[in-house]
């Protein structure tokens, strides 16, 4: 089970209303953000059960914007329960208002402007009683509906949480959570930030750790590593001198860039000494969008190795890959130096790459 020492519990009386509210997390990783959820809000939360790995839902006393603050959540709705036969009922002048109401709620938590376009998710979204509660919220909103890319989030299903009926759900952020405020440059293939919170979380992050991030690109995990818990030295390094750029400018937008030291070197050569580093992390090429399987067979011995090396007995590696079949034929190979403490098969962009928690032997 995760640790979920991150935030100490706060114990507060409520102070508002009463919501009910749902968070979706990425596929293997609902005890995290459950961790997370139960850390930072304590006894104004609580959770409720539901089979579903992508979905938690629960109760919550606190104010609605704390919970876009979350790190291991997807995204998080605000979910309002009609007692209706069929959707079209959300038209009746009582359940409008209500829906209305709620949409008011999540567009207050923003600047003004925030919300220009909205869409809506359901079966039969391209129904006639659909296009017709579409015009009535553009109509009483002002919003123009985007069935591709719009800004307010509407989700309408039958009832899930409750026995009966049917559930509006609205989602509390223009985009989701992953898309995270620093991401000033992006690159293809970059990991997900929220997957890669849940990396950091995994490799038990203290403060006196030195940390090195293999293939660093972005910087996704270096600058999601630096806001879950400070490093004593931290550093990352990729070939690519595009990449260490794109990072750059990245760990500027977090107020980090002081903080880290970037290199331009060949993770499989690298000119540093033996045994310096505590946690070692990285998002390895999946011969997908990066790399090739080719060129992964020949770099995954070569980078574990090199890891091994550099990393203190007793330190920890997690590694994110999509080459399941090699990456576990290398660490049978890597036995003697690496032991697999921990495996977590994850979802991203149509793929199911899988975590991997070592511990240096």
């Not at 030295?233 to 990072?247: K, M, Q, Y």
Request: glycine letters at 6%.
């Amino acid at each position: 089970m995760p640790k979920s020492k991150s935030h100490p519990q706060q114990k507060s009386e409520p102070t508002g209303p009463r919501y009910l509210c749902e968070a979706e997390v990425v596929t293997g990783l609902k005890d995290y953000a459950a961790a997370e959820l139960r850390a930072r809000f304590g006894d104004r939360l609580t959770l409720l059960d539901k089979a579903r790995d992508e979905e938690i839902p629960f109760q919550f006393d606190g104010s609605l914007p704390d919970l876009s603050a979350l790190t291991k959540t997807a995204a998080v709705y605000l979910v309002q329960h009609y007692a209706v036969p069929r959707p079209q009922a959300l038209l009746g002048h009582q359940h409008f208002t209500q829906l209305l109401k709620m949409i008011s709620t999540v567009r207050s938590m923003h600047p003004a402007g925030t919300f220009r376009t909205f869409r809506i998710a359901a079966a039969g979204s391209h129904s006639s009683v659909f296009q017709r509660i579409k015009e009535e919220i553009a109509k009483a909103t002002g919003m123009t509906p985007n069935d591709e890319e719009g800004d307010l989030m509407l989700r309408v299903r039958k009832a899930d949480i409750h026995r009966d009926g049917w559930e509006v759900l609205v989602r509390l952020t223009p985009r989701p959570l992953a898309a995270r405020a620093w991401r000033m440059c992006n690159m293809e293939g970059a990991l997900n930030a929220t997957i890669a919170s849940a990396m950091i979380e995994m490799s038990d992050p203290r403060p006196d750790d030195r940390v090195f991030n293999l293939l660093c690109g972005s910087g996704t995990l270096l600058i999601e590593r630096l806001l879950r818990a400070p490093a004593a030295v931290i550093g990352g390094c990729d070939h690519d001198p595009i990449a260490l750029r794109c990072a750059t400018d990245n760990l500027m937008a977090a107020g980090f860039v002081k903080e880290v030291d970037l290199f331009e070197m060949d993770v499989a050569d690298l000119p540093l000494p033996d045994a310096c580093i505590d946690v070692v992390c990285g998002d390895l090429p999946w011969g997908q969008l990066v790399g090739s399987h080719e060129a992964n067979a020949r770099l995954y011995p070569l980078v574990l190795r090199e890891a091994a090396r550099i990393t203190v007995p007793g330190g920890r590696a997690v590694l994110i890959t999509h080459e399941i079949r090699l990456m576990e034929q290398v660490l049978r190979d890597c036995a003697e130096v690496w032991s697999l403490r921990q495996e977590v098969k994850v979802f991203q962009g149509g793929l199911h790459p899988r975590i991997y928690l070592l511990d240096r032997r």
